[in-house]
C-alpha cells in the first residue's frame, strides 16, 4: 500500500463546476499537506499548504484536512479551463528534513 | 511567494556526454534542496536531498556517480548527469526549502534532459 494514495482520473469537467480532488494516506505522523498544480511540461506550483485539521481558503481554492480519517481535498469553485492541470498532494512530517511525499496526481481537464 | 530557477530549461545531449543542470533560489537562502525526475504521467521521484556544505543523500538505487550533486552555496545546487545514456531521458525538478522550518517548498520550472 502506498503511504498517499490519490486517483490519477483523468476527471472531466464543464466549465463552472466544483471539482473535488482527493488524497487519502496511511502515515498518521504527517502533519503538513500542500496541494500542488502542475501544467504540462512544467514545474509543480505550489497552490495550498495547510498543517491543522479543518478549511483554509484562498480565492477559488479551498483546502480541507481531516487528520482523523487521514484525508485532505482540494475544492476548485467556478472551475476554468485554465484549471486544466495535473494536480498533486504532498505531505511531510514534522521533523522528518520535510522530505515530501506525493500522491500520484489527479489529471483535471475543464471542458468550456 | 519564493522563487526557484532551473537552468536549462530544455538539453539534447549525445549519449556518452555529461549535462549540468542548475538550481537557484532567487530571493531567499535554501538550507536544502531536492532533486526529483519525472517520468510522462508519473509522479515525482525523488531521487536526492542536497544540503549545503556536505554530501548529498540519495534515494535507493540512485546511482550517486551516475547523478553528481554539488551544494556550494545558499543559493544554487547543481545535477551532473554524467556520461548520460538515452534512458536518462527525462523531466528533472529541483525544489528548495528556506532556512525557516516550515516545510514548504518551492519548484524549479524543471529541465527536460534529451539523450540521443
Known amino acids: 500500500q502506498k503511504e498517499v494514495e490519490q486517483d490519477p482520473g483523468p476527471l472531466s469537467v464543464p466549465e463552472g463546476a466544483i471539482v473535488s480532488l482527493n488524497c487519502t494516506y496511511s502515515?498518521?505522523?504527517?502533519?503538513?499537506f500542500m496541494w500542488y498544480r502542475q501544467y504540462s511540461r512544467k514545474g509543480p506550483e505550489l497552490l495550498m499548504y495547510?498543517?491543522?485539521?479543518g478549511n483554509k481558503e484562498d480565492g477559488r481554492f479551498t483546502a480541507q484536512v481531516d487528520k482523523s480519517s487521514k484525508y485532505i481535498s482540494l475544492f476548485i469553485r467556478d472551475s476554468q479551463p485554465s484549471d486544466s492541470a495535473t494536480y498533486l498532494c504532498?505531505?511531510?512530517?514534522?521533523?522528518?528534513?520535510?522530505?515530501?511525499?506525493f500522491g500520484g496526481g489527479t489529471r483535471l481537464m475543464v471542458k468550456p | 511567494g519564493a522563487v526557484v530557477s532551473q537552468h536549462p530549461s530544455r538539453v539534447i545531449c549525445k549519449s556518452g556526454t555529461s549535462v549540468k543542470i542548475e538550481c537557484r533560489s532567487l530571493?531567499?537562502?535554501?538550507?536544502?534542496m531536492f532533486w526529483y525526475r519525472q517520468f510522462p504521467k508519473k509522479s515525482l521521484m525523488l531521487m536526492a536531498t542536497?544540503?549545503?556544505?556536505?554530501?548529498?543523500?540519495?534515494e535507493q538505487g540512485v546511482e550517486k556517480d551516475k547523478f553528481l550533486i554539488n551544494h556550494a552555496s545558499l543559493t544554487l545546487s547543481t545535477l551532473t548527469v554524467t556520461s548520460a545514456h538515452p534512458e536518462d531521458s527525462s523531466f528533472y525538478i529541483c525544489?528548495?526549502?528556506?532556512?525557516?522550518?516550515?516545510?514548504?517548498?518551492?519548484f524549479g520550472e524543471g529541465s527536460r534532459l534529451t539523450v540521443l
Open positions: 525544489s528548495a526549502r528556506g532556512t525557516e522550518n516550515t516545510g514548504e517548498l518551492f
Open positions: 502515515n498518521s505522523a504527517f502533519q503538513y
Open positions: 495547510t498543517y491543522s485539521s
Open positions: 504532498a505531505m511531510s512530517a514534522r521533523g522528518a528534513g520535510n522530505m515530501l511525499t
Open positions: 530571493d531567499f537562502q535554501a538550507t536544502t
Open positions: 542536497s544540503n549545503e556544505g556536505s554530501k548529498a543523500t540519495y
